[in-house]
């Protein structure tokens, strides 16, 4: 990287100035790992941007990517302030705006996307919705902020491993509008193997809970009503999968057993007014909410608490129990692991042997009331709750089916790999993935024919009138206050 940076700067000296910072850490001296790097680079180390935009290592952003978020950092003058020279109407630096976030697309997908990686529900539908309250949240990368919020809230959070979700939250309560542009500004890297992705989740989780017990977003002040309840149950949202395996454990108990449980409902009609009310109404919403996507988007939106429920419920044993947690890179190109993946499969094919016992269970139960044969046993339950456990065993086979198949494609990949000469890793991966047609991927996806200098046209160069600022994404403040647009 550093050699990178020093061949860019001497390719463009005098035009555009790169530098390359490398902190030092001191022993025994906390440095926050990504929070703590990007503070030293803003506040420490004497860079005076206007605008910054952040990228992860592995993601590349489109080449028009820092002249197209810059216009939202900028609010138009009253008419009254009209450029009669350009005919336009001016436009002054917004100190008001904190953020600007993108979505994020992956070209290392296949079609499948098994584990629902490219977070369309989420880019596409849930974003939307936080943008039209001012409230949007960092997702870490992709995202270009003002300078002038970032010094007055800090720089980034400490204290958490989700340091970005909480330095929106952070700027939320100092008075910042943290906007979303729904168009795909940078394409990466996803995790490719499931234990990774596990790890990426199980991160996240916890972050969420440290910023929950750090400072309840319902009592921050300075937000405002409906951004508290968004940042508050985006965080806790993540106790919903409590309720839904404590139904599946009392009813497969109960099949099994062959005995009611006391605390739990015995009859079709009481899981279906509990398990199945709460359960319809989630995919009720989602689909209300995502009614654009399509139907295999919409049903990875679905599995996704199923798919990373052993990792939810990891996450609620280490942030309630006070358990440390360091900070660690997700791993993007690695190799196949065929154990560590099994163990992150496990309660998932755990879940697959209980309900397919109990469903088989059932089915002889259900043929044997009907007097085609006798079974050597006797159950003590009422018989309308095997009903609902074949239905409810078919739904929970489709919503955690992901990370089982995802070890076998694994596996088979890592065979062909093997007996392959030619070896592939995700630095010659082709796009795999063609991104469906939606508002966020209406740009051209990205490849190297793309930065061949003849493939697209050089702008006008004009004479800079006094006042007028230079490239957006380097100005300072005071340049950036006389803009025109």
Known sequence: MKNMVALISSHYKGKMKTRYIARTKIPGVPHHAKAGNLNNV????????QIIIILDCDMLPEPCMARTVAPFFYKKLPKRGMDSEAGRRKAEFDLDTGLLQTPQAFYNLDSQDLLGQSYAFFYECLMSGWDGTGCTPCCGTGVTFNRYAMVKVGGFSVGSITEDFKT???MCANGF?????????TRGVSPKELNAFMIQRLRWAVGAIQIVLAGNPLFTKGLFYRARWLYFFSTVGIVYIIPVVLMGIVMYGTILGGVAISFGPTTFEGYLLIGGSAVGLMMIMQLLA?????WRDYLRALQDNFTVFRTLIQALLIGFCGMKMGFVVTAKDVTFDLRANLIHAAPH???YVVSISAAVKAVLEMLAGYGLFEIPWTSEYNSSLLYFSLLWTVFLWVMISGPPRMVV???LRSRREANSTYKCTNSNVPALQELPSTPMNTFPPLSPELWNKENFNEPEIRPRKRGESTDSSSVSGSEAAGAVF
């Open 290 to 294: 995502g009614w654009r996507l399509s």
């Open 409 to 411: 494609y694994g596996y």
């Open 42 to 49: 803003i506040l420490n180390e004497g860079s005076t941007g």
């Open 177 to 185: 509008k943290c906007k979303y542009f729904l168009q795909r500004m």
């Open 168 to 170: 929106s939250l952070n």
């Open 349 to 351: 094919l755990l879940v």
